[in-house]
T-cell receptor, first 113, second 116 residues
Framework: ETGVTQSPTHLIKTRGQQVTLRCSSQSGHNTVSWYQQALGQGPQFIFQ???????GRGNFPPRFSGLQFPNYSSELNVNALELDDSALYLC????????????FGPGTRLLVL | DQQVKQNSPSLSVQEGRISILNCDYT??????FLWYKKYPAEGPTFLIS?????DKNEDGRFTVFLNKSAKHLSLHIVPSQPGDSAVYFC???????????????FGTGTRLQVTL
């Protein structure tokens, strides 16, 4: 059974650029959630996708957007990057909505200069 | 507003002894709680969870206790091993069938060091 994978592992961008991060969910999981973890903090919920529809959003601006594909893989897009967007971006998958355990990928570390 | 709090940023325990990690929450709507372990350069790894209908859940060396009236949970690791050295995150969610996304709300983590 393949776990959650994310790409790329590291990324450096400059302020104002756009970035796309990718996630493949664990086999059999139809729900993907994205989290941002700043240094010294716990992960913060960005949004969740269930069967290709956004199913809840945290306190992040619209320049954070996402997609989920029919195979349940997902993308996180961030436009107009700001310095504060520098963080570890984590993707987590779960069997369905509603409080089940979420399984995390290794994350993508984004540095915005 | 920090709804999930881990007030101890670090903890050092001797190998073989018990490690106790604590977590407090303020939102009474939370009814599902999880502990994750995180090594540097890796994503969080699920350890153990507990539903609010229980007050204890055990899995091998790991036990989670939930005190709903105090809005407090703790993770006990017995016996502690050097490989347990990591950052431990407490997380909470509003459980199944609430009609909302099951987002996890995390604490800020406790760094556990198990010494020889």
């Amino acid at each position: 059974e393949t776990g959650v994978t994310q790409s790329p592992t590291h990324l450096i961008k400059t302020r104002g650029q756009q970035v796309t991060l990718r996630c493949s969910s664990q086999s059999g999981h139809n729900t993907v959630s994205w989290y941002q973890q700043a240094l010294g903090q716990g992960p913060q919920f960005i949004f969740q996708y269930y069967r290709e529809e956004e199913n809840g959003r945290g306190n992040f601006p619209p320049r954070f957007s996402g997609l989920q594909f029919p195979n349940y893989s997902s993308e996180l897009n961030v436009n107009a990057l700001e310095l504060d967007d520098s963080a570890l971006y984590l993707c987590a998958s779960s069997p369905g909505t509603g409080g089940e355990t979420q399984y995390f990928g290794p994350g993508t570390r984004l540095l915005v200069l | 507003d920090q709804q999930v709090k881990q007030n101890s940023p670090s903890l050092s325990v001797q190998e073989g002894r018990i490690s106790i990690l604590n977590c407090d929450y303020t939102n009474s709507m939370f009814d599902y709680f999880l502990w994750y372990k995180k090594y540097p350069a890796e994503g969080p790894t699920f350890l153990i969870s507990i539903s609010s209908i229980k007050d204890k859940n055990e899995d091998g060396r790991f036990t989670v206790f939930l005190n709903k009236s105090a809005k407090h949970l703790s993770l006990h690791i017995v016996p502690s091993q050097p490989g347990d050295s990591a950052v431990y995150f407490c997380a909470a969610s509003k459980g199944p069938n609430t009609g909302t996304a099951s987002k996890l709300t995390f604490g800020t983590g406790t760094r556990l060091q198990v010494t020889l």
